[in-house]
């Protein structure tokens, strides 16, 4: 299903991580520093991802991780590090469980927020937590 705009979201038959995945999209068509559709689209898409893991808990980590990471991202081109804090690290924490590609790309935006309120020795620990993580072995 291809994405026209954000009420494509709303359609009969959408389900809710594909409707997530939506915003996600249309959010980060809209990304320019300025754009305030962008922010409203993923603060959708985290209270959207916050409830369809309320209902099934632990199922949908990975897309509420991915969905803080967009607002946190946003807010960092909005100059607006301290809002993204907050959503860097609850990514940061969700993604421990499962580790791998996801951890590292929350710990990599967590350094990131971290380098943007000039917490320079955090940054660095964040970035050299991920540098750790090893990927997954090839057969």
């Not at 305030?36 to 099934?56: M, N, P, Y």
């Given at each position: 299903?291809?994405?026209?705009?954000?009420?494509?979201?709303?359609?009969?038959?959408?389900?809710?991580?594909?409707?997530?995945?939506?915003?996600?999209?249309?959010?980060?068509?809209?990304?320019?520093?300025?754009?305030?559709?962008?922010?409203?689209?993923?603060?959708?898409?985290?209270?959207?991802?916050?409830?369809?893991?309320?209902?099934?808990?632990?199922?949908?980590?990975?897309?509420?991780?991915?969905?803080?990471?967009?607002?946190?991202k946003?807010?960092?081109?909005r100059?607006?590090?301290?809002?993204?804090?907050?959503?860097?690290?609850?990514?940061?924490?969700?993604?421990?469980?499962?580790?791998?590609?996801?951890?590292?790309?929350?710990?990599?935006?967590?350094?990131?927020?971290l380098?943007?309120?000039h917490?320079?020795?955090?940054?660095?620990?964040?970035?050299?937590?991920?540098?750790?993580?090893?990927?997954?072995?090839?057969?």
């Amino acid at each position: 299903m291809s994405r026209n705009g954000p009420d494509d979201t709303t359609r009969s038959g959408t389900s809710d991580v594909e409707a997530i995945e939506g915003l996600l999209a249309y959010a980060q068509t809209r990304s320019s520093r300025w754009s305030g559709a962008a922010l409203k689209r993923v603060g959708e898409a985290v209270a959207r991802s916050r409830a369809l893991d309320a209902r099934a808990p632990g199922t949908h980590t990975t897309l509420l991780a991915r969905s803080l990471l967009a607002k946190a991202k946003l807010l960092l081109k909005r100059d607006r590090a301290a809002e993204a804090l907050p959503l860097a690290q609850e990514a940061v924490a969700l993604t421990r469980l499962t580790g791998g590609a996801p951890l590292v790309a929350a710990l990599y935006c967590l350094a990131t927020t971290l380098e943007s309120l000039h917490r320079y020795s955090e940054a660095a620990a964040a970035i050299a937590e991920a540098d750790q993580i090893l990927p997954p072995h090839e057969p």
